[in-house]
């Protein structure tokens, strides 16, 4: 079979849709927010550099503190930063260079999803 692939769009579990959705746009620049539904935001999504990300609404926390994905950037040291002044950065996920040839770091949103923030080292 030959059918291509064009985009993988992350669906992340949210206590509040609206207040992932800002969070996204304030701390890592994401931008064109949409929503779906009305008291409460039911879903809702950003994009930024033609990657999308849309957020569900899920009461239960700990589906949210359960979730986990990375996301690759090209100056990770200055989003460290940043995110270090915001306070945002996990308390176990500090800067660092791993052995698999990284450069990450670990932040939470606000519903407690781990995101992984990278950049590829050159060896």
Avoid at 86 to 107: C, D, S, Y
Wanted: charged share 25%.
């Amino acid at each position: 079979m030959t059918i291509k692939v064009s985009a993988c769009i992350p669906v992340i579990p949210s206590r509040d849709v609206q207040e992932s959705l800002r969070f996204y746009q304030t701390h890592l620049g994401f931008q064109d927010a949409f929503t779906w539904g009305e008291n409460p935001v039911e879903y809702g999504g950003v994009s930024r550099d033609g990657l999308r990300l849309h957020f569900y609404l899920e009461p239960n926390p700990e589906i949210s503190r359960n979730y986990a994905f990375r996301l690759e950037v090209d100056e990770v040291d200055l989003l460290y930063v940043a995110c270090e002044a915001a306070g945002i950065v996990h308390p176990n996920g500090r800067l660092e260079n791993k052995p698999w040839a990284t450069r990450e770091f670990t932040l939470l949103d606000p519903s407690g999803v781990a995101i992984r923030v990278y950049q590829e080292l050159r060896v």
